[in-house]
C-alpha cells in the first residue's frame, strides 16, 4: 500500500507534464500554420523562413472561373513560395480583417504533424516535421476553395 501512495503522486505529475507538453506542441504546430497563412496575407517572408523548410514541396489547383475548371497541378518551390509572397498582398487589397485564417491540427506525433488551413484563397493541407526543436512545415497540398467538399467521420 505504501508502494501505492508513493508511486500515485508521481505518476499524477507525469501526466501533467504529459498534458502541458502535449498542448504545447499543438500551440506550436499551429503557430508555424498561422505563420504560413500570414505570410502570405502580411506580404512577410520572414514568416516563410521560420515556418516553411526550404525543401518544401508544395503542389496544388486553382478554380479558373472564365474557363469554370482547375488548373493542371502546380509546382512551387520554397524559392517561388517566397517571391509569391512578396507581391501578392503587397498592397493590402487581397485580405482583410474578415478574412479566414482557420488551422484545423489533425494529428502531432513526436517527430510528425498534420493539419488543415483554411484561407482567402481557399485551402492547403500540411504535413510538418519537428526539426531541431522547431515546427517546420514540408509539404503542402492547396486548392482554390472547393465548389464541393465531402467529409467522411468515423
Not at 73 to 102: C, H, I
Not at 134 to 153: C, G, H, R, Y
Amino acid at each position: 500500500m505504501k508502494k501505492v501512495i508513493l508511486i500515485l503522486p508521481f505518476l499524477l505529475a507525469m501526466t501533467s507534464i504529459t498534458a502541458q507538453n502535449s498542448e504545447s506542441e499543438i500551440s506550436s504546430v499551429k503557430a508555424a500554420c498561422l505563420d504560413y497563412i500570414n505570410t502570405f496575407y502580411k506580404a512577410d517572408t520572414t514568416l516563410a523562413y521560420r515556418s516553411v523548410h526550404k525543401s518544401v514541396r508544395k503542389t496544388g489547383f486553382y478554380f479558373k472561373d472564365d474557363d469554370k475548371i482547375y488548373s493542371e497541378q502546380l509546382e512551387m518551390p520554397f524559392d517561388k513560395l517566397v517571391s509569391l509572397a512578396k507581391r501578392w498582398n503587397a498592397s493590402g487589397n487581397q485580405t482583410d480583417e474578415n478574412s479566414p485564417k482557420e488551422v484545423v491540427i489533425f494529428e502531432v506525433s513526436d517527430k510528425t504533424a498534420s493539419a488543415k488551413v483554411t484561407a482567402v484563397w481557399g485551402i492547403d493541407y500540411l504535413s510538418l516535421m519537428k526539426e531541431d526543436g522547431k515546427w517546420m512545415i514540408v509539404n503542402v497540398l492547396w486548392q482554390s476553395a472547393p465548389k464541393f467538399s465531402i467529409s467522411e467521420t468515423k
